[in-house]
């Protein structure tokens, strides 16, 4: 089991661009969650997806839009890039049924807007 | 709304010594409490979780936590800290039906270990 896997591991982009990041869940997990960490905080909660649609949203602009597809995978989109859009963007996969499941973190892509 | 304190950004003890990481939480609703470890250039990987029952929760490489809701607190504790133990760790709490819910995480404490 490969576990949680994202890819790109690390992007540099500049002011205004467009990045897309992508997230594969752990086997057998059907829900996926985003969260960005910036230097020296702790994550932060941007959206969750479950079935194809956002489920939850955390206190983050329009710019950052997701997606999730029928294999459950997913994608994080930001347009409009910020210099403080710069951070580890972390993807978390869960099973939805039960109540007692544990989020799985993938390594993180390390995001630089210059 | 939950929240997450984390006292003190910084943590040294020596190899050898009990390990103590405060964690105080503010919830609505009865809280999950997670805490999970971070190594350089790495994800977040779970060391231990109160959900209900039991308070004092036992975690991997011989953490673990007490929950005490009178005082709204979820330390971490190891009675004998090992050099492998430096890392980033954060406390995080969500509502009921943890899969489904987003962790509020605290800023985090940065522990290191002094041979």
């Known amino acids: 089991d490969a576990g949680v896997t994202q890819s790109p591991t690390h992007l540099i982009k500049t002011r205004g661009q467009q990045v897309t990041l992508r997230c594969s869940p752990k086997s057998g997990h059907d829900t996926v969650s985003w969260y960005q960490q910036a230097l020296g905080q702790g994550p932060q909660f941007i959206f969750q997806?479950?079935?194809?649609?956002?489920?939850q949203r955390g206190n983050f602009p329009d710019r950052f839009s997701g997606h999730q597809f029928p294999n459950y995978s997913s994608e994080l989109n930001v347009n409009a890039l910020l210099l403080g859009d710069s951070a580890l963007y972390l993807c978390?996969?869960?099973?939805?049924?039960?109540?007692?499941?544990?989020?799985?973190f993938g390594q993180g892509t390390r995001l630089t807007v210059v | 709304a939950q929240s997450v304190t984390q006292l003190g950004s910084h943590v040294s003890v020596s190899e050898g010594a009990l390990v103590l990481l405060r964690c105080n939480y503010s919830?609505?609703?009865?809280?999950?409490l997670f805490w999970y470890v971070q190594y350089p250039n790495q994800g977040l990987q779970l060391l231990l979780k109160y959900t209900t029952g039991a308070t004092l929760v036992k975690g991997i490489n011989g953490f673990e936590a007490e929950f005490k809701k009178s005082e709204t607190s979820f330390h971490l504790t190891k009675p004998s800290a090992h050099m492998s133990d430096a890392a980033e760790y954060f406390c995080?709490?969500?509502?009921?039906?943890?899969?489904?819910?987003?962790?509020?995480f605290g800023t985090g404490t940065r522990l290191t270990i002094i041979p």
């Open positions: 919830s609505s609703v009865p809280p999950y």
């Open positions: 978390a996969s869960s099973l939805s049924a039960g109540w007692n499941t544990e989020a799985f």
């Open positions: 995080a709490v969500s509502g009921a039906n943890f899969g489904n819910e987003k962790l509020t």
């Open positions: 997806y479950y079935e194809e649609e956002e489920r």
